[in-house]
């Protein structure tokens, strides 16, 4: 509840990161320490709840420029991830987009609803044109992403990251305006729109089955 | 719609201000100069697009550090006013509110609305325990929100507001979180939650009939 | 002895605060720390003569914008407390002076003529029209100095500070420059002007007989 | 002449962008704005000397943290071009880099070898492993440098760039340490370090011939 | 009067320059600009009362530092001058002194007991040890002050200093703490302390008839 | 080899110090703490190696400013000392050499042909007009630089400097630019521009023979 809150259907609940979720944000970070750390560089060097008020505090400066936005996703009323855009471009009409989540809201479509959620923001609000996402090579939990939104691969980045398994290509997913008006208009993107997370479920193990 | 969007009702969208938001909010104020030069001092300083550029640049900056808030408040989709927190002391649990509204959005409940999210925001995320606005001695209209709202009066500092007529006398009005949280049960502010704009309108009528 | 001294008859020395000032002031404050700690917040805070020196470091970065003015006191040539204002603003002609001062230099009439002479600073060098004091309503010794002054009572703002014994009621007074300008004349406020710090305790006693 | 310069041939000298080049820099921008303002943004906008200046001291400023360098080329002891990396990620271990020439020193390979100087720098002296380079899908001159020097083709990125004809697709090549190791010990690469740029018209006339 | 007034005999007020002083100090330039353009570089370069206000501001950012100080000169309750220490370097002990006169205060002493006063706080306040003046070679008023305060000449720099006549040499005269200590107890140093600007007026004609 | 190395004779380098130069400086600061302590006063006060990395992001922002630059030397691919100016003044055409070498590679002309690199840049790339050198009273080694490159003694200035042994008078040796095109043009310059490092020795070696 509250004039910063957007709710997604009963479970979720977007926020734009303020100094005092520092803490939240922090226990979160050290809880998943190994779930995050292949591919989340900060999860290792997040020590202490300063090195987190510090990342905040970098992440609305940049926010005061219109040059970032970092959002932080609450599900059942815990905190339990982030999505952002870490590069807006405005004169190019570019932003890229990346997340992380705790390792028990996984598999409910909590991420999916979060990004489709920031690139209203992105395409609407800030009127851009386009949208990247990039994964490294192996992590396809994060691939599942850009292909169930209709991205399309558009490059592989020769050991552009640095996991904890060392330097790692990166594959280059990509999203164009005229392409978000058609597919945000079709029933599977509005059955993340519209439907509860427990619906979610359902359809996640049907899409098993099959 | 979107990441950082409120909705209140069907008409009432509220929204932190950003600089992509300065060319809408510079064309209310050039708009409303009349009506709001008396009491709002950036009406007559606000020049150009650029003045509401900086305005901006500054609320954020403040809004990082956790001292300020600025929300515009939309209303039947076009910009109508701001409502804002100036001072955020979390030290001592204390903030102060103030806002303005365009001429042809008044009458409706806008901005006591509007000002009820905010002091949610500011009770339940910020936590704070005392919330206060300040109006000029002459200016009923800006008074009748702290009264509507159940706020005290508890002081008339002399000479405190510079208005275009000269120096004036400024009453303090307080709201104590545990007065908020008796309030807020009320079948009254029930009412300005849940209703739409249209009702609001009756009950106006209503209230001046009886 | 110096070009930023200002003295008040044979006892008391008025400094703007200067950084090699640091190791005086922490020292003081290390001395009055339980009698400070009730009201002046940061009496607990200040644990390193690097915290004054921070404290300094921003009194003079306030002070170059002309929003603050931090003014040591020494009696008998020693650091014995500080006056300021913490905020001026020119834009409505209205300053807030507070004040502390050591146990030992209690009872002689030191702060009364430090803040004289910072009204003198404020009314005529900066041409503001309006100075408030705040104290918390149990703190008689900090009230006794706007009432033996004629300043006004405006106010008594709720729960609005926090002194070490929980949430405190604080009492607003204010003085106008035209009635700094009568008192001014007065036989009294003259006596505080002139006369040397012995003669102040003589005139304490008879007042307090009487 | 000097100690910040870098010498290449006989008429080829590299200095890093100093904020006393501003004029001449100015200067060559003004003389090429037609030959520039398809690809290089800054060509339209750069109106006067003081906007050179501060891209100066903003190139600079990220120079002294290690983020970015920028190099001025003076071909024939005229300022004709530059050469830089503007983002030095060594967390990354990555650069990319981009340059723009002025009409008149084009297809003498002056680019080509400045571009290798400096990728000595980013593999050598700041311990890279990927060096990047983006071209215009239609720009086919800025290609010719990656094709040149072996670079990679990784991806087609759509619509990533603004170019004076509208959004336009964008080329990434991409080069790593362990290529440019084997690379720069062939006879072709030698041969622009080593050789005089009057040879390289030769090389270039029967380049074109075969 | 005032808290940051230091009063030299009846005729002579000093105040730590400040940001409401600009106009004061900017009309004063104005007025003296023909007098003081030979040696004084920013009497050409001061056009408007912001070029002003951009030196006190600077000017008191680095005096909240501790490495710079300038005060003003009121004569007579008009401002005439400047006195100031433009490097303080408390690890060396040192200071540089230099000042500026409006013709029409010159001849009476002023300048010689403003640098009086300034080396009080410079040598008792901030424990200094070393300070020097330089004065262009053609520069004889200059010369004057630190002949009569004993000042030891020290060195010739050659074209170390612009007027507007073009470079020029500068003597360097310097004043060790020992050597000021013997000089103040002097009779002819109390004089500039404790006898007011008339009787300063005899002092110079006696001194000239002899 | 690299973009922003200058290279004299067979075995010296001079590159601008950056960032990733920091654990090579700090390391000869250590290993020559004892040489360098009397007269190089960040000889003690540098502790860790973060003091270095503060040192060189304050000597690059300045010289992002073009008032300071800082040259590393390396012998014989070793890290060996720093050559610098420490004020360029353009509007009055000056700047102050200052320099430090460690002790193996002291004997060799590395800091004449060093200082004479330097002073090229700032006569022909700054277009400065004088050039200073400070040694202090005792430190025969630093004065035989401006010695031996033809600057002439203009002052002493007194207890100007703190050594290790306490406060220290200091000579000022100044050249100018009209000084220095004559000199370059002999024959004993030429010799430290062109020869290599080897028949520095045997200069040496006669010289001290005659």
């Known amino acids: 509840m509250g004039i910063l809150d957007h709710t997604i259907g009963e479970e979720i609940v977007l ?7 520092a803490e939240e944000i922090f ?18 060097t997040t020590k202490e709840v300063t090195d ?4 905040i505090r970098h992440a609305l400066e940049q926010f005061s420029l219109g040059k970032e936005i970092h959002i932080g996703i609450w599900y059942q009323l815990r905190f339990a991830g982030m999505v952002g855009a870490n590069q807006i471009n405005t004169a190019l009409g570019f932003a890229e987009i990346g997340y992380w989540l705790a390792q028990d809201a996984q598999g ?12 209203d923001y992105l395409f609407v609000e800030r009127k851009l044109n386009r949208i990247e996402i990039r994964c490294a090579v192996s992590n396809q939990a994060s691939q599942a992403i850009p292909k169930r939104l209709c991205f399309q691969l558009e490059g592989k980045l020769r050991q552009m990251t640095q ?15 005229k392409e978000w ?10 059955y993340f729109r519209n439907e509860n997370a427990n619906r979610w479920k359902i359809l996640e193990r049907d899409s098993r089955r099959s």
Chains 1, 2, 3, 4, 5, 6 share one sequence.
């Open 181 to 190: 008006e058609q597919a945000k208009e079709h029933d599977y993107w509005q």
């Open 108 to 119: 409910k479509g909590v991420m999916t609803r979060s990004v489709l959620s920031l690139m």
């Open 52 to 55: 987190t008020e510090q990342f």
């Open 27 to 44: 226990q979160c970070v050290v809880k998943n320490r190994d779930h995050l750390k292949r591919y989340v560089p900060f999860a290792e």
């Open 15 to 21: 926020k734009l990161v303020q100094i005092h979720h």
């Open 163 to 177: 996991t904890s398994q060392g330097l790692e290509d990166v594959y280059v997913y990509g999203l164009l305006k």
